[in-house]
């Protein structure tokens, strides 16, 4: 058994140390043997742990059965590509897999998940690893990481794209541009499709052509039981319903469909900038002319303040879909605001102005976040906006209106299990910190303000959850929620799919 184990760490190893090595410029023999060291050290078999935190041993044979299956990457701890694998975006969270699998297809993610099942292991599926609570990785037991499986194919004549399970959405951008055709996509080309889309997926172009979910006509997904379903309008119905807003409580979705629409290049979009006091006036405008704005004008607004003493500022992002010509009178009543000490608005190509936040949001500190939905801005909200915020040196504290309204909320509740269609924005708050710092006192800020905030709210975006307790996470499905656990008692009964805003069949 212990040859076999080394045998295995072996093989497992050599499949994927060529693109590890490729990606973290390994080239040295040393560095090379040094990994190989590492990985012999678990051959008599792997710790890991159970979806509900047992401890269990996974013997070296099962693990090299689970390789061999694979035409992608196993990567066990050692491996520089594992290390890169195991990381989210919130460099705060510092988990470690027993083990990553990087497959190349469905096939691969039938094995994974086939494996984790036998197993009852934790498991966390990773796309673009923008989980604020590291939702797509896991100490201890499985991370299936997508970033093998990208790529974008669109049918200009149907006006449809075809996207791979693990592709960022800066693929579906590009793809559909280049042929005339967009759908809603986010506003940071570098997340991923899965998390985002599944869960609702929000965007400059969604007031007026619905959610990412709306303009979803089909996924391919492995469920549970390692089976390989598609499901549409026509074919498991109840699945395709669920999918569209039940995030990943179902399964690993391997392949999305989408519809595009038609849609010019150029649109008007970008920044206003004000000092922080002029917020109040700043919101009340927002109320006033953004919320019931056309649906081709999309109009976030923030506050933010920054790390180092920097002046905390309130802000307008917006994108103009419409007529360039027309603009301008779309845009007076935010200038009229006054004199902002940041003007970014111009002309600009979509697929550009899409990526124009890309250098944001790669974090290097660590991250909390705390999110609801809002059907209206009321003077309290604004009140407790406005108040609440507190600038320090060692942390910076970002509250964002995602604009909704819309194409959005013309569908009905019940169409999707996406059920917050009446609001007219997802807010959010989020502190952000040097890595080495504390958590405490910066999480328990950030709580105390968003209990100022949070009786405004209605329900929260699920791709949001951090630690919401399951009566929460269960009520926050609304009236769909007696359905959708139907739908998860049915293809994910023993709950595998655990590490998203779950509903427990259990």
Same mark, same amino acid.
């Given at each position: ?15 994927? =140390? ?8 390994? =080239? ?28 269990? $041993? ?133 997340? *991923? ?48 319903? *669920? ?82 010509? $027309? ?38 500190? =660590? ?14 909200? &604004? ?62 800020? &950030? ?8 009786? $405004? ?50």
């Amino acid at each position: 058994m212990k040859k076999q184990g080394k045998d295995m760490d072996r093989r497992i190893f050599l499949r994927s =140390a060529v693109a590890a090595g490729v990606a973290a410029g390994v =080239a040295s023999p040393y560095a090379l043997a040094a990994q190989f060291s590492a990985l012999t050290e678990v051959s008599t078999g792997i710790a890991a742990v159970t979806g509900d935190r047992a401890e269990v $041993e996974l013997e070296a044979a099962a693990v090299q059965e689970l390789a061999d299956s694979l035409r992608g990457n196993l990567l066990l701890p050692g491996n520089p590509a594992y290390e890169k694998a195991r990381r989210v975006l919130n460099a705060g969270i510092d988990k470690h897999p027993a083990l990553v699998v990087q497959p190349e297809g469905a096939t691969d993610i039938r094995h994974a998940v086939t494996f984790a099942r036998e197993r009852d292991l934790l498991l966390a599926v990773k796309c673009g690893g923008h989980s604020y609570a590291g939702k797509s990785t896991c100490d201890g037991g499985m991370q299936i990481d997508l970033s093998t499986v990208r790529h974008a194919r669109v049918d200009a004549t149907s006006r449809t794209a075809r996207v791979a399970g693990g592709s960022l959405l800066g693929e579906l951008d590009r793809e559909s541009m280049a042929a005339g055709l967009v759908t809603t996509a986010g506003t940071v080309s570098h997340t *991923g499709v899965g998390g985002l889309t599944l869960s609702g997926g929000f965007g400059r172009v969604g007031r007026r052509f619905g959610l990412a979910l709306d303009n979803v006509k089909g996924v391919d997904i492995v469920t549970a039981d390692g089976r390989l379903l598609h499901a549409s309008a026509d074919e498991n119905e109840d699945l395709y319903w *669920g999918v569209r807003g039940g995030g990943g409580n179902f399964g690993v979705v391997t392949s999305f469909e989408f519809q595009l629409h038609p849609m010019q290049r150029t649109v008007v979009g970008g920044d206003l900038l004000f000092p922080a006091p002029m917020a109040r006036k700043v919101l009340e405008t927002y109320r006033e002319h953004g919320v019931s704005a056309a649906d081709e004008l999309y109009c976030d607004v923030f506050v933010a303040s920054g790390m180092e003493g920097t002046d905390a500022i309130v802000g307008l992002h917006f994108c103009w879909s419409g007529a360039e010509s $027309e603009a301008s009178k779309v845009l007076a009543p935010f200038y009229a605001i006054g004199e902002p000490i940041v003007d970014t608005i111009k002309a600009w190509d979509y697929v550009e102005l899409q990526r124009s936040a890309d250098n944001t949001e790669p974090r290097n500190d =660590a991250a909390y976040m705390k999110a609801g939905f809002i059907n209206e801005v009321s003077d309290s909200l &604004i009140d407790s906006i406005v108040e609440g915020l507190e600038p320090r040196d060692r942390r910076a504290v970002f509250l964002y209106c995602q604009q909704s309204g819309g194409a959005i909320g013309r569908v009905p509740a019940a169409a999707t299990s996406f059920a917050h269609r009446k609001s007219i924005a997802n807010m959010f708050v989020i502190v952000q910190w040097p890595v080495e710092d504390d958590a405490e006192p910066h999480v328990d800020y &950030i709580r105390r303000y968003w209990r100022t905030l949070e009786t $405004e709210t209605d329900g929260y975006y699920t791709v949001d959850t951090s630690d919401e307790s399951e009566q929460v996470r269960h009520a926050n499905y609304q009236v769909n929620f007696n359905r959708l656990m139907d739908v998860k008692k049915k293809y994910d009964p023993t709950n595998l799919f655990r590490l998203n805003a779950n509903i427990n069949p259990g």
